[in-house]
């Protein structure tokens, strides 16, 4: 038997995963708003710190049994202790992330498109939906800001910007913000809502650094492997990918690749084309066409699996090892046994 089954975890309930997960998305950005040299320096978003921290602890502890829930729980209850002693705004902001990035991967919930979004449409979408608000430039100038009793967020604020995710901006979008005037935009679709994500998150980041972005793309392959699909691009922080290649070239490539994910997106066919490729082989297979099964289980590995055994090396070894493995088995296995034997096997 050549087949390999990948089982995921079980899916708690999506909104209550998809409001801790902005509850934690907040605080690692709005932190430092609040705490400032270890001493608080406004009273009232302080207390909203610890209201949020306690009700992430709640609605964790709320959540179905899971062999990951306590690491959770003791995860978020060192980010009320971090917040309680007023620690600095770098530790509550890795504390949040790390406990958000774990969350999602213990109670999954969808974190990216179907497919790349169609950002030339953003600047349509972003005037109709949010300029009247946010401005036409994403500086938190537009007409209408002035009669709000909360400011709208300035998208170019870039110290804010290196803290959010694409993601994170989805959600506000499709969720709203409670106590303030943002409102939910559910009512439209989603694929629009992901073009304004994007589209929202470029606006910190220059075309001189999205020039400079594709260009440390095109000239080092190694940066594909720190994001090998759109998922990874989505959930990713400009913060979080500092911290392994430095805040210059993580502005850049965030600038670049939020202005164009399907370059990601690329990559992220790659496992599809295994899948392919290789119920191709077994039909051709079954036709008794050796030479084609042969040639379409090639392609399988060198078109499909190989730009991704990286990515896949370095979230899970073993696992890459074993598909590498079993794959290298059914090319030598077309070459030697009997279509029915083969077709039995697979």
Request: charged share 25%; hydrophobic share 45%.
């Amino acid at each position: 038997m050549f087949a390999v089954v990948l089982l995921g975890p079980a899916k708690a309930e999506t909104g209550d995963v998809e409001t801790t997960w902005r509850l934690l998305d907040y605080i690692a950005v709005d932190y430092a708003g609040a705490v400032a040299h270890g001493e608080v320096s406004s009273p009232s978003e302080y207390a909203e710190q610890n209201e949020f921290a306690a009700t992430v602890a709640e609605k964790l502890q709320a959540l179905p049994p899971k062999p990951e829930k306590q690491a959770l729980l003791g995860e978020a209850e060192r980010l009320k202790r971090a917040i309680a002693d007023k620690a600095d705004s770098e530790q509550v902001a890795d504390t949040a992330h790390r406990l958000a990035a774990a969350l999602l991967a213990a109670y999954p919930v969808s974190l990216a498109p179907a497919k790349a979004p169609d950002l030339a449409r953003g600047a349509a979408s972003f005037g109709q939906n949010c300029a009247a608000c946010h401005g036409e430039a994403g500086d938190g100038h537009g007409p209408e800001a002035a009669k709000l009793d909360t400011p709208p967020i300035a998208f170019t604020d870039v110290d804010r910007a290196r803290q959010r995710s694409v993601f994170g901006l989805y959600q506000v979008i499709t969720q709203g913000l409670d106590g303030t005037t943002m409102a939910s935009f559910k009512r439209l679709p989603v694929d629009e809502r992901w073009v304004l994500a994007f589209y929202a998150g470029q606006f910190a980041f220059s075309d001189a650094a999205a020039a400079e972005g594709e260009r440390l793309w095109k000239q080092d392959p190694s940066l594909h492997r720190l994001l090998p699909e759109l998922k990874t691009l989505i959930g990713t922080t400009p913060a979080a990918l500092a911290a392994k290649i430095g805040q210059g070239k993580a502005d850049a490539l965030m600038a670049y690749l939020r202005r164009h994910p399907e370059v990601v997106a690329q990559q992220d066919g790659s496992l599809s084309l295994v899948r392919a490729r290789l119920t191709e082989s077994v039909d051709a297979v079954r036709a008794d066409d050796r030479k084609r099964a042969g040639e379409l289980a090639l392609s399988a590995y060198l078109d499909g699996f190989e730009p991704i055994e990286p990515a896949l090396t370095a979230s899970d070894r073993t696992l890459m090892e074993r598909i590498e493995g079993l794959m290298g088995e059914y090319r030598a296995a077309v070459q030697v046994e009997t279509a029915d034997a083969l077709s039995e096997r697979v």
